[in-house]
């Protein structure tokens, strides 16, 4: 059999090699195709290979009849729409590996040329100034590097700092000091980090919680004349905080890839001597473009070998009997997960999904992965799909676990996720009511009746009078309206808990205050 493939963006020869070394593939390389010339000739073809350029839209994917697969010899998939190439059986591979070394390396790169003044004093003599003295730079030799997110990048980086002979303080939400040991990195919090180091540098996803994560306090936590990189996202920095920091005296300089806004071009941080920039260049060398070339070749040939891809990005295809069984319990696993997330202290080492009842005698996979996704999601961002759920939690170092029984447990079908770390085990439950949707049933040991979603606050307590009251009127003082209440307890005078469904997050500060309440243990906010 002979499989036609198109690729419609310019990739290397070299990148796609694979394809031409595999037999039964026709190969067909047309660029600059307008989305009408696409959409006539995309019904010939078994394959699309991409990188940024193309479009590929619903009625591409709708026209091309006989696609099985869609390669994106890149990191983002933002061109292609997913939906519709999940609905239409076409699995999406892309390769997000391709540019760890080369991002690593301009991160490297960038963090020695700020050490040593590189590019100001390549400035000055282009404009004829010899000038030594003004440039006279640091050794990296006995320095500390701060890495905030120590994932494939990160890691890459504090190995070659190593190289360095920097000391390397690390913090990630997924590190545990027996990681850090074995990686050779001083385990720390995010505070630990931005207080012992000499330079930091960034590699975290954008996240709600990560957007300017390093700004004006943490400036004022960190040692005068600290260095900064961000070679990972822009928005990771509080541009302005940074600029006002440099100015102060308290950073002694940065060096930068990537920005809240690009193009970066008018800017403050350009005007001052101590920032060297790069317009968003990390993985932008030959080797880096060629290596996705070649790893999504090489899935595109696999897949219609019929081998397995080794990065897919949609769900695979499930029997559509078998799917329609399973949809609607998507939501509620995934928000379980993403419970468990914001309330179980620690790293996770162990994620074990019961199911109970009818579920039990189905195919449970891709609600498996549901609620892996949901447990990583809010800290490694959208990039967390369906798919790629389980490899990123098995890279992580989290043990993922299926149980089943057809015992019913009082619901028609009932599934129970549970959370390991070093220091707790914590676990919720959820099914589906029937005319009701998803309920949340049970917290650890109590029972409640919680629909999952909005904001949420759990918080443990003693059984006394009072405690209710008092939770009650701290969150009016903060503006925050209670738009319902479940209520749980062991014994009279014993353990209890309140889950509290609200209209606004609770920020950190009125966390603490909530702590500090007579007969209040704990208090965690969940955002589902």
């Not at 995309?42 to 869609?70: C, M, P, Y």
């Not at 999940?86 to 301009?106: F, K, L, M, Y």
């Not at 999504?296 to 897949?303: A, Q, T, Y």
């Not at 059984?463 to 319902?484: C, M, S, Y």
Request: charged share 25%; aromatic share 6%.
């Amino acid at each position: 059999m002979t499989y036609n493939i198109l690729i419609s963006d310019p990739l290397s020869e070299d990148g796609i090699y694979p394809l031409r070394q595999a037999e039964g593939f026709n190969i067909v390389i047309e660029t600059n195709l307008t989305p009408e010339e696409l959409g006539e000739r995309i019904g010939e073809f078994d394959a699309l290979l991409v990188r940024s350029q193309t479009q590929v839209t619903r009625e591409i994917i709708e026209k091309g009849t006989n696609l099985k697969i869609i390669g994106r010899a890149g990191v983002g998939v933002d061109n292609i729409d997913l939906p519709a190439a999940t609905e239409r059986g076409i699995i999406v591979v892309n390769a997000p590996d391709g540019n760890t070394n080369s991002a690593a390396e301009h991160t490297v790169a960038m963090l020695m040329s700020l050490a040593r003044n590189i590019p100001q004093a390549f400035h000055a003599l282009k404009n004829q100034k010899w000038d030594r003295k003004s440039f006279i730079g640091v050794e990296l030799k006995n320095k500390t590097l701060g890495v905030v997110g120590l994932g494939r990048i990160g890691a890459e980086v504090a190995a070659r700092a190593k190289g360095q002979r920097m000391n390397v303080i690390a913090y990630d939400p997924f590190l545990t000091p027996e990681k850090a040991e074995k990686l050779g990195v001083q385990f720390g919090t995010i505070d630990d980090v931005i207080r012992a180091a000499d330079f930091i540098t960034v590699h975290t996803p954008l996240l709600k919680e990560t957007r300017h994560l390093i700004n004006k306090e943490a400036f004022e936590k960190m040692k005068d004349g600290v260095q900064i990189v961000n070679c990972a996202r822009g928005g990771i920095i509080d541009e302005d905080a940074l600029y006002n920091a440099i100015v102060e005296g308290k950073v002694a300089g940065a060096a930068l890839d990537v920005f809240e806004e690009e193009p970066f071009l008018d800017h403050k941080l350009l005007t001052l001597p101590q920032v060297i920039a790069t317009p968003h260049l990390g993985a932008s060398t030959v080797e880096a473009q060629e290596i996705v070339a070649v790893d999504v070749s090489h899935d595109v040939v696999s897949f219609l070998q019929g081998g397995v891809v080794k990065n897919p990005v949609n769900l695979p295809s499930v029997p559509k009997d078998v799917m329609a069984k399973i949809e609607p319990y998507f939501n509620l696993i995934e928000k379980l997960g993403a419970f468990l997330s914001d309330l179980a202290e620690g790293v996770a080492e162990e994620l074990n999904i019961y199911y109970s009842g009818e579920l039990a005698n189905m195919t449970v996979g891709p609600l498996t992965r549901n609620a892996v996704k949901g447990l990583l999601k809010s800290k490694l961002g959208e990039s967390v799909n369906d798919v790629n759920a389980k490899f990123l939690a098995d890279r992580i170092g989290i043990v993922v676990n299926e149980h089943k029984t057809t015992k019913s447990k009082g619901f028609t079908s009932l599934i129970t996720v549970e959370v390991k770390t070093a220091t707790e085990t914590r676990k919720v439950s959820g099914t589906l009511l029937n005319g009701l949707g998803a309920r949340i049933v049970r917290v650890d040991d109590f029972v409640v009746d919680v629909v999952p979603e909005g904001y949420l606050l759990f918080i443990r307590h003693k059984d006394q009078p009072g405690a209710i009251g008092r939770v009650g009127t701290l969150l009016a003082t903060e503006g925050i309206n209670i738009a319902g209440m479940q209520v749980g307890r062991s014994e009279v005078g014993g353990d209890a808990i309140m889950m509290l469904s609200i209209d606004k997050h609770v920020e950190e500060t009125g966390v603490e205050q909530l702590k500090g309440l007579a007969d209040i243990y704990d208090a965690t906010p969940i955002d589902l």
